[in-house]
T-cell receptor, first 111, second 111 residues
Framework: DADVTQTPRNRITKTGKRIMLECSQT?????MYWYRQDPGLGLRLIYY???????NKGEISDGYSVSRQAQAKFSLSLESAIPNQTALYFC??????????FGSGTRLTVV | RKEVEQDPGPFNVPEGATVAFNCTYS??????FFWYRQDCRKEPKLLMS???SGNEDGRFTAQLNRASQYISLLIRDSKLSDSATYLC????????????FGTGTLLAVQP
């Protein structure tokens, strides 16, 4: 099993719909992150969490919300999806001062 | 100015060539530095950390110049399997110490 698992892997949704992307990790890390990746823009941070009671906005949090249901689970919601939220979304976890472990990504298309 | 700047490439090199990527960062508070590798439509994976004294891992050598805020990655004896996007990553410093990603440099190794 992967250390960081994202579901779904691919999703097409309509404008205005609410959608949730799920992430779970088995590494026992406290820190979890959601990024989106767009061509030419690199990875941009949406939200991050240092523990279950600690949620922080990243650089592009507008239009998104998150929930840290447990240490191992961190979900990202788009309350009302819009086409410019079409992107590749990555969840990651981090322990200590080491690099991040990323999930395989969710390719989201909003039509 | 972007916090982490990289030449997007592409770098097209023949097998066996030596290729070097450079990266500059703007935040003097950054404390940790990494190179990640990302294959097309896949998640980023940690290639190596970068230390002030320079470090080597097989065919890969990373260098850090804190005074110039400059990071490099050297790949010797390029293989076809080295074809990927290489992401320069630095930490933001401060209490949150988040990862800041460059947009990546595309390497294509030709047979």
């Amino acid at each position: 099993d992967a250390d960081v698992t994202q579901t779904p892997r691919n999703r097409i949704t309509k404008t205005g719909k609410r959608i949730m992307l799920e992430c779970s990790q088995t590494k026992g890390h406290d820190r979890m992150y959601w990024y989106r990746q767009d061509p030419g823009l690199g990875l941009r941070l949406i939200y991050y969490s240092f523990d279950v009671k600690d949620i922080n906005k990243g650089e592009i949090s507008d239009g998104y919300s998150v929930s840290r249901q447990a240490q191992a689970k961190f979900s990202l919601s788009l309350e009302s999806a819009i086409p410019n939220q079409t992107a590749l979304y990555f969840c990651a976890s981090r322990g200590g001062n080491y690099g991040y472990t990323f999930g395989s990504g969710t390719r989201l298309t909003v039509v | 100015r972007k916090e982490v700047e990289q030449d997007p490439g592409p770098f097209n090199v023949p097998e066996g060539a030596t290729v070097a990527f450079n990266c500059t960062y703007s935040n003097s508070a950054s404390q940790s530095f990494f190179w990640y590798r990302q294959d097309c439509r896949k998640e980023p994976k940690l290639l190596m950390s970068v230390y002030s004294s320079g470090n080597e891992d097989g065919r890969f050598t990373a260098q850090l110049n804190r005074a110039s805020q400059y990071i490099s990655l050297l790949i010797r004896d390029s293989k076809l399997s080295d074809s990927a996007t290489y992401l320069c990553v630095v930490t933001s410093g401060g209490a949150t110490n988040k990862l800041i990603f460059g947009t990546g440099t595309l390497l294509a190794v030709q047979p």
